[in-house]
């Protein structure tokens, strides 16, 4: 059986090709920065989006024919729509997936009958895995859809709510252990408010790091050593979401002793809404040595909401893998399509074409991204740019030997600080202009 006839491998044909099933520019095996590119990106599928998504928007219900798919809540449905999974990842040569508990198994009536429903896909995972190579980047749970979370999980006023979601995601570690998961994330989902009038924040944030620290202590028991993420986004579903953005993610966990134990799992979309670019993100993260994986999307110039599209932009991409390059790259995180083709684009194939751009958008960012580096230029004039602060007076600050009034004593003898330099802004903007 196969749920794509006429898609074979995608293969690398080089950026001469016309075939639109084909990679121009990810080619696994090419060297780039002394690392194969397979390495170096990472690539990982979303189960959530690539195999449950329907299309539904506010407007309307799905309009994503999926002919593998009957519909039902079934475990056999399941099954096999993870075998079809595993044929779409192996068709298009992505080295990993992500997926949350309740994306590969329906939900029983309790949650022992939820867990027996998980095992026996996991199951499937687990050989789909082994006959075809393709690993678990990160395991997740889902702790927003269910209503018992409609207030939060960890941060629900109902410790109830809290306990359901501590086993829940007590599971989803032991599957993700299971399947030799080289991570696991928290996304806040509903953790943060809608209203202030019903919301002890103070408390429901302590609730929070409680929380972070038994997955953390769990982990710990179980000898699951993967690295934990969070994943920062500042609204949707709440209108302000307590994860909001990498430097408050990081702030939350320095101020509850977590900092040790997460990285960031950063998404491109979720930087926008936050009203930063992804490359502010990620220098947030990576000059703090939090720097984890990524959720590869983009949102809309025009809507204002998380539309998750496919990264096609070069320029993004080259500022992303700028930045990974900089900070030592992503392993063992991932560029990860947290992404979902249009409600328009229907069909099966939407989700090669998808995929296959998003790659080589990486794969030219990528090589875009390691030519800059090796001209060097842009480092060179942004080294030059800090330049008083290599010797003299600004060496001195840097080390500490003066203060207000030593600092106040040159100034008086001088009368004015040195002339400013230009910051060339325009020209650096031409400078990258010319490795596009
Ligand atoms: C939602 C998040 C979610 C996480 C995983 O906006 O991006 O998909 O990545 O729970
Ligand atoms: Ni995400
Ligand atoms: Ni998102």
């Given at each position: 059986m196969t749920a794509f006839p006429d898609v074979g491998r995608i293969l690398f044909e080089g950026p001469?090709?016309?075939?639109?099933?084909?990679?121009?520019?990810?080619?696994?095996d090419e060297m780039v920065e002394g690392a194969a590119m397979r390495d170096q990106l990472r690539f990982s599928v979303v189960y959530?989006?690539?195999?449950?998504?329907?299309?539904?928007d506010p407007f309307g219900p799905g309009t994503a024919?999926?002919?593998?798919?009957?519909?039902?809540?079934s475990i056999e449905n399941a099954k096999n729509r993870a075998r079809v999974a595993f044929e779409f990842i192996e068709k298009l040569g992505a080295p990993f997936y992500t997926f949350h508990d309740r994306d590969v198994a329906p939900e029983g009536s309790s949650l022992a009958e939820t867990n027996k429903n998980l095992d026996a896909v996991v199951d499937v995972l687990e050989e789909e895995q082994q006959r075809t190579g393709i690993k678990l980047l990160w395991g997740t749970a889902n702790?927003?859809?269910?209503?018992?979370?409609?207030?939060?999980?960890?941060?629900?006023?109902n410790c109830e709510a809290f306990a359901f979601a501590a086993a829940q995601v007590k599971k989803a570690i032991e599957v993700t252990y299971r399947l030799g998961g080289e991570g696991y994330t928290l996304w806040?989902?509903?953790?943060?408010?809608?209203?202030?009038?019903?919301?002890d924040m103070a408390r429901e944030l302590d609730h929070l790091a409680q929380f972070l620290h038994m997955a953390i202590d769990y982990a710990k028991e179980i000898g699951f050593t993967g690295q934990f993420y969070i994943e920062p986004k500042?609204?949707?579903?709440?209108?302000?979401?307590?994860?909001?953005d990498a430097a408050a993610c990081l702030n939350f966990l320095r101020q509850y002793d977590l900092l040790d134990h997460f990285k960031l799992n950063l998404e491109t979309n979720h930087a926008t809404l936050a009203g930063h670019t992804m490359q502010h993100e990620l220098e947030v993260a990576g000059s703090t040595g939090a720097l984890g994986s990524i959720d590869a999307n983009t949102g809309d110039l025009?809507?204002?909401?998380?539309?998750d599209q496919f990264p096609t932009d070069i320029y993004l991409t080259t500022q992303c893998m700028l930045s990974i390059l900089k900070y030592g790259g992503l392993n063992p995180g991932g560029v990860n399509f947290d992404a979902k083709v249009r409600?328009?684009?229907?069909?099966?194939?939407d989700l090669f074409y998808a995929h296959i751009g998003a790659m080589d958008a990486f794969a030219r960012g990528l090589k875009i991204a390691a030519d800059i580096r090796a001209d060097g230029r842009l480092q060179e004039l942004l080294a030059e740019r800090y330049s008083?602060?290599?010797?003299g007076l600004g060496a001195e600050i840097t080390v500490g030997k003066h203060d207000f009034a030593s600092l106040e004593k040159i100034m008086l003898d001088k009368g004015e600080a040195e002339a400013n330099r230009s910051g060339r802004q325009e020209m650096l903007e031409n400078l990258i202009n010319t490795y596009l």
């Open positions: 001469a090709s016309k075939n639109l099933l084909a990679f121009r520019y990810y080619d696994a959530w989006h690539t195999f449950r998504g329907q299309g539904a024919l999926r002919p593998w798919d009957d519909g039902s809540e702790l927003f859809s269910n209503p018992r979370y409609m207030h939060g999980a960890a941060t629900s006023p806040g989902g509903r953790e943060g408010y809608q209203n202030l009038w019903n919301t500042p609204k949707e579903p709440t209108k302000h979401q307590y994860d909001s025009l809507l204002g909401w998380d539309t409600r328009e684009s229907f069909e099966p194939i008083s602060w290599d010797d």
